[in-house]
């Protein structure tokens, strides 16, 4: 197998792209399928870590929102939902520049994220 070559039959870079297309559920399937392109097994882990993590603190500021949306406190919860709006924006453009660094065939290292991405490996 060469070295642009993966164990799914994908071109390295169509498989680094695949892995973020669906977040983090893409990255889960490309970890288990791909068994030997550590490029693309990197991506699939960073898209877990960094879409994975976006969408849980979404989630939480959203419920939380919420919550205090039936309260005395809906300033709190308009800040609350704009901060989630911009999370949901970042995650857009993030999601975009991920899959196209990866169609370029850059492995696009995220501070923080992908020393956690490296130990999933």
């Keep these: 197998m060469s070295e642009n070559e993966t164990s799914t039959g994908l071109s390295e870079n169509i498989a680094g792209v695949l892995a973020y297309v669906l977040g983090f559920i893409s990255g889960i399937i ?30 939480v500021i959203s419920a939380i ?16 939902s704009f901060i989630a709006t911009l999370i ?15 169609y370029k065939g850059n492995q696009t290292r995220l501070p923080a994220v992908a020393e956690i991405a490296d130990k999933l490996l």
């Design 30 to 59: 490309f970890l288990f399928i791909e068994k030997e392109n550590e490029s693309v097994r990197f991506h699939a882990a960073q898209s877990i870590v960094v879409f994975g993590a976006l969408f849980i603190l979404n989630i």
């Design 65 to 80: 929102a919420g919550i205090l949306a039936f309260g005395f406190l809906s300033f709190i919860s308009m800040i609350l």
């Design 88 to 102: 949901g924006l970042i995650t857009i453009i993030l999601w975009i520049y991920l899959m196209f660094m990866a």
